[in-house]
């Protein structure tokens, strides 16, 4: 049966919490060093060096407590605030803010270095350019609750998309495939017959053919090209790899696929997962790793009231 809107919202959260969490102990492996695709679950098969291996099983890393920050945020304040999202940001980072456990095991170099830019003082803005050159996936994997509770214009989805980027990674790249990530995103929430290529258009429509933004979505995002990916920490490969798995037929195999491409296994799971979620409804992620996800008394309040919000009538 197809989903209907609030399957669809809550498939796409705890789509992309199960990925992430089902990705971690899998982190930093090559694609050749994964077990098949059947044995892939919260705890790998006997005999496999799982990453963070104190972590227990079934635990989201920084991409889905980044997402939950967002979502927190949007929520309390009703639109996108930089400051305040990057004030729960921080705070995740400090002391463990909806982060299972209150434990924080993985941060990325250059959230790292925008974290000690607002430290010191900076605008959450201009956080993000703490490391000018950086192109790494940190605000990709936390951008989808914003497609889900964004109800303006694909224009405003667009500025939103940048500016929550722009509090850690502010390379006009990772802001593009933020922004065509939550097009991509709101058009598989609708049911639209081509959501990536309907979020392609909405670009090219957003940014004339001159722009830099233009410039740079052709030169180096290529969404139409057919590229091989790696599952890694690059933006650009993030993305791909997200479009490639989300071609498969169920959730399950949207996510065992992506951290079959091994490396960045949770981000990779996670991205694609909640565009899965979105997609197939929450009653198509498979009940035991729903049951076994850890810390769902940190979401479930927010979940509800992004469903109020998002399916009034």
Same mark, same amino acid.
């Given at each position: 049966?197809?989903?209907?809107?609030?399957?669809?919202?809550?498939?796409? #959260?705890?789509?992309?919490?199960?990925?992430?969490?089902?990705?971690? @102990? %899998?982190?930093?492996?090559?694609? !050749?060093?994964?077990?098949?695709?059947?044995?892939?679950? &919260?705890? @790998?098969?006997?005999?496999?060096?799982?990453?963070? *291996?104190?972590?227990?099983?079934?635990?989201?890393? =920084?991409?889905?407590?980044?997402?939950?920050?967002?979502?927190?945020?949007?929520? /309390?304040? =009703?639109?996108?605030?930089? $400051? =305040?999202?990057?004030?729960?940001?921080?705070?995740? %980072?400090?002391?463990?803010?909806?982060?299972?456990?209150?434990?924080?095991?993985?941060?990325?170099?250059?959230?790292?270095?925008?974290? *000690?830019?607002?430290?010191?003082?900076?605008?959450?803005?201009?956080?993000?350019?703490? +490391?000018?050159?950086?192109?790494?996936?940190?605000s990709l994997m936390r951008a989808l609750p914003l497609a889900i509770w964004?109800?303006?214009?694909?224009?405003?989805?667009?500025?939103?998309?940048?500016? /929550?980027?722009?509090?850690?990674?502010?390379?006009?790249?990772?802001?593009?495939?933020?922004?065509?990530?939550?097009?991509?995103?709101?058009?598989? +929430?609708?049911?639209?017959? $081509?959501?990536?290529? /309907? *979020?392609? !258009?909405?670009?090219?429509?957003? &940014?004339?053919?001159?722009?830099? $933004?233009?410039? $740079?979505?052709?030169?180096?995002?290529?969404? !139409?090209?057919?590229?091989?990916?790696?599952?890694?920490?690059?933006?650009?490969?993030?993305?791909?790899?997200?479009?490639?798995?989300?071609?498969?037929?169920?959730?399950?195999?949207?996510?065992? /696929?992506? #951290?079959? +491409?091994?490396?960045?296994?949770?981000?990779? *799971?996670?991205?694609?997962?909640?565009?899965?979620?979105?997609?197939?409804? #929450?009653?198509?992620?498979?009940?035991?790793?729903?049951?076994?996800?850890?810390?769902?008394?940190?979401?479930?309040?927010?979940?509800?009231?992004?469903?109020?919000?998002?399916?009034? =009538?």
């Open positions: 049966m197809t989903p209907d809107l609030e399957q669809r919202i809550r498939g796409g #959260i705890w789509g992309l919490l199960v990925g992430d969490a089902l990705g971690v @102990p %899998y982190e930093f492996h090559p694609a !050749e060093e994964i077990p098949p695709y059947n044995a892939i679950e &919260f705890m @790998p098969p006997s005999g496999f060096a799982r990453a963070h *291996a104190g972590t227990a099983p079934g635990t989201w890393s =920084d991409d889905g407590a980044q997402a939950l920050c967002l979502l927190d945020s949007l929520l /309390q304040c =009703d639109r996108l605030d930089p $400051e =305040d999202l990057m004030q729960r940001l921080f705070d995740w %980072y400090e002391s463990g803010y909806l982060a299972v456990g209150g434990v924080v095991f993985d941060v990325g170099v250059q959230t790292g270095q925008a974290f *000690a830019a607002f430290r010191s003082g900076t605008a959450a803005v201009d956080c993000g350019g703490a +490391l000018p050159e950086g192109k790494g996936n940190g964004h109800q303006g214009s694909d224009e405003e989805l667009v500025r939103d998309a940048f500016l /929550q980027s722009s509090v850690t990674h502010g390379h006009l790249r990772v802001r593009l495939c933020c922004a065509l990530y939550c097009l991509w995103a709101r058009a598989v +929430l609708r049911d639209a017959a $081509e959501p990536w290529l /309907q *979020a392609i !258009e909405s670009i090219r429509r957003i &940014f004339p053919a001159a722009s830099p $933004e233009r410039e $740079e979505f052709e030169a180096h995002i290529r969404p !139409e090209a057919e590229a091989s990916c790696s599952g890694g920490g690059y933006v650009v490969d993030s993305l791909r790899s997200a479009r490639l798995v989300c071609q498969q037929e169920t959730y399950e195999a949207v996510v065992r /696929q992506a #951290i079959r +491409l091994g490396n960045d296994t949770d981000t990779s *799971a996670c991205i694609a997962g909640g565009v899965a979620g979105l997609q197939f409804g #929450i009653d198509a992620i498979p009940a035991h790793w729903r049951a076994k996800l850890r810390g769902q008394e940190l979401f479930a309040e927010l979940l509800e009231k992004l469903v109020d919000r998002c399916c009034i =009538d």
